[in-house]
Nanobody, 122 residues
Framework: QVQLVESGGGLVQAGGSLRLSCAAS????????MGWFRQAPGKEREFVAA????????YYADFVKGRFTISRDNAKNTVYLQMNNLKPEDTAVYYC???????????????WGQGTQVTVSS
């Protein structure tokens, strides 16, 4: 089992920044690829970004390229999502997730956090 706890969400004005963190415990963190997903009210949960187990590869959804950065610190068992130039359409609950292999499909991720709310005002 891997337990994941997100933090860092909040209310921010459009154009602002937030950094989300996801702390992992349980099995060896460095064995897992990590991803961030988000879900807005009435919408499906969608992929945002992923990072390979050693941080050597990253992948982003088109709508966040150039604005969001995923990173990880395996010594701290933590993955981050730096979000810059936030837009009202980025408003959602953000979830981190762990997968045995690097990918962007929800079905590939075995463990999920409880989510953290990000609200961007216009």
């Amino acid at each position: 089992q891997v337990q994941l706890v997100e933090s860092g969400g909040g209310l921010v004005q459009a154009g602002g920044s937030l950094r989300l963190s996801c702390a992992a415990s349980g099995r060896t963190f460095s064995n897992y690829a990590m991803g961030w997903f988000r879900q807005a009210p009435g919408k499906e949960r969608e992929f945002v970004a992923a990072i390979s187990h050693n941080g050597g590869s990253t992948y982003y959804a088109d709508f966040v390229k150039g604005r969001f950065t995923i990173s990880r610190d395996n010594a701290k068992n933590t993955v981050y999502l730096q979000m810059n130039n936030l837009k009202p359409e980025d408003t959602a609950v953000y979830y981190c997730a762990a997968a045995p292999r690097y990918g962007k499909g929800k079905e590939e991720y075995s463990y999920w956090g409880q989510g953290t709310q990000v609200t961007v005002s216009s």
